[in-house]
């Protein structure tokens, strides 16, 4: 199954809910156009909604990380919501779960952005 | 002498997405198949998805004219999965570490990190051209044989 992207706007947070499979070829190139449209209409403040995510490999891991960079670089915050245990192990295991701002609960999440 | 519970299978394919989709599917039948529990066998299938887009990426660089070969063999101890590419070689020494601080927010080069992680072996072959990687997970005592 490939990735869907559905884009929602929460107290000026823009909260991107992906579902599927976030892998080379299928999500990744999904993720990095999302994170691009959001920045290009102004928005910087980013929550990625992992919860229904089934599936990530190293390619998709990598998006994640770039993502991340691109929006910190252009002064913004991102944010991961509701990691499956799949996708909290493969964080843990690439060192990468203290790098990203990992929220298991959406209202705590958007009140974390900086106002 | 011949393992009388080993079997082997063996794939010949394209450098396509297709080809990797499915190399991981075939890895999660087999192992499921030899016995693995089902926290261990989604393992097995990211590690051998990771060796598959290596070898079709990173070895063969999508070329149409180069394959890579997959082969599968199960035996009484071991599930055993060899994938090979026609690429210019891999020196598995000079891949960074993607922990290393210097690595941590780089977009790629958490393949073979991943891969080692979640095998019990791993080992790489240069076949001059291309290079051959054997993975390999040990059944546990609690596994039924095949």
């Given at each position: ?115 | ?110 393949g073979i990190f991943l891969i080692k992680a979640f095998m019990d072996e791993v080992n790489f072959r240069q076949l001059h051209p291309g290079t051959e990687l054997t993975l390999i997970k040990h059944r546990t005592p609690a596994q039924p044989g095949t």
């Open positions: 199954m490939s990735m869907k992207v559905q884009t929602r706007q929460v107290d000026g947070v823009t909260i991107l809910d992906l579902s599927g499979r976030i892998t080379l070829g299928e999500g990744s190139v999904t993720i990095r156009d999302a994170v691009r449209d959001v920045l290009g209409k102004g928005s910087n403040k980013i929550l990625l909604n992992l919860g229904d995510i089934t599936y990530i490999d190293s390619s998709g891991i990598g998006e994640l990380v770039s993502a991340f960079t691109t929006v910190k670089n252009s002064g913004g915050e991102l944010k991961l919501l509701n990691l499956t245990k799949k996708v909290h192990d493969l964080l843990q295991i690439t060192k990468l779960y203290t790098v990203f701002d990992i929220k298991d609960d959406e209202a705590t999440a958007i009140s974390a952005f900086t106002k | 002498m011949a393992d009388s519970n080993s079997s082997r299978v063996s794939f010949t394919l394209d450098s396509s997405l297709d080809s990797v989709n499915k190399i991981e599917l075939t890895a999660e039948q087999i192992a499921q198949r030899a016995g693995f529990d089902e926290d261990t066998i989604p393992h097995i299938a990211m590690a051998v998805r990771e060796a598959a887009v290596n070898a079709v990426l990173h070895g063969n660089s999508y070329d149409t004219s180069k394959h890579i070969v997959a082969s599968f063999e199960t035996t009484s101890d071991s599930l055993i999965i060899r994938i090979a590419d026609q690429g210019p070689g891999l020196d598995p020494d000079k891949v960074p570490d993607p922990l290393a601080p210097e690595n941590i927010l780089r977009g790629s080069g958490r």
